[in-house]
T-cell receptor, first 111, second 118 residues
Framework: NAGVTQTPKFRILKIGQSMTLQCAQDMNHNYMYWYRQDPGMGLKLIYYSVGAGITDKGEVPNGYNVSRSTTEDFPLRLELAAPSQTSVYFCASTSTGTEAFFGQGTRLTVV | AQSVTQLGSHVSVSEGALVLLRCNYSSSVPPYLFWYVQYPNQGLQLLLKYTTGATLVKGINGFEAEFKKSETSFHLTKPSAHMSDAAEYFC????????????????FGQGTILTVHP
């Protein structure tokens, strides 16, 4: 009963490096999301997807890219990492929009 | 556009005391409202939700919340705090109707850290 799985759990990047945060769900949910959490700021939506091949920007998309080639996977790509991208990233999914299931998060530090 | 305001970034209570975490929202359409809890270094877990119907909703761990449309509020309460309730709590709103333009996107408040003293 895996739910939403995120990898890696922790990562340190140097400024200018790139990386992909992985997210997979095994609940056959159509809707998937990426949020970032910063202290005292709550969670902000980066990108979301309503199905395979369909993605759209959220509130804070700059510096990120996503793809959705399958229902299960929704990777988040960081190009040219910057200190402002130091955050905790959460992937979530839902089938109905009335209960989102969250992964355990990826804690990213850019130095 | 939607927004959520949680009054008080930190709330401290004694074990056995009433817990009250405040949440006010704004939404141009009927909202779905949620409370999530986050324990240290964990993901978010749904405590309770309001979608339609009864405005007093009960969740896990003895928590409940009441949707008050006239006050645009969705405050979270628990009659008697337990040490295990210490965590960060997030109120969130989405537009009703996942099949519409909302697509279940959540707008979160800034969070309230609950501390429980023995």
């Amino acid at each position: 009963n895996a739910g939403v799985t995120q990898t890696p759990k922790f990562r340190i990047l140097k400024i200018g490096q790139s990386m992909t945060l992985q997210c997979a769900q095994d609940m056959n949910h159509n809707y998937m999301y990426w949020y970032r959490q910063d202290p005292g700021m709550g969670l902000k939506l980066i990108y979301y997807s309503v199905g395979a091949g369909i993605t759209d920007k959220g509130e804070v998309p700059n510096g990120y890219n996503v793809s959705r080639s399958t229902t299960e996977d929704f990777p988040l790509r960081l190009e040219l990492a910057a200190p402002s991208q130091t955050s905790v990233y959460f992937c979530a999914s839902t089938s109905t929009g009335t209960e989102a299931f969250f992964g355990q998060g990826t804690r990213l530090t850019v130095v | 556009a939607q927004s959520v305001t949680q009054l008080g970034s930190h709330v401290s209570v004694s074990e056995g005391a009433l817990v009250l975490l405040r949440c006010n929202y704004s939404s141009s359409v009927p909202p779905y409202l949620f409370w999530y809890v986050q324990y240290p270094n964990q993901g978010l877990q749904l405590l309770l939700k309001y979608t339609t119907g009864a405005t007093l909703v009960k969740g896990i761990n003895g928590f409940e919340a009441e949707f008050k449309k006239s006050e645009t509020s969705f405050h979270l309460t628990k009659p008697s705090a337990h040490m295990s309730d210490a965590a960060e709590y997030f109120c969130a709103v989405s537009e009703s109707g996942a099949g519409g333009t909302s697509y279940g996107k959540l707008t979160f408040g800034q969070g309230t850290i609950l501390t429980v003293h023995p």
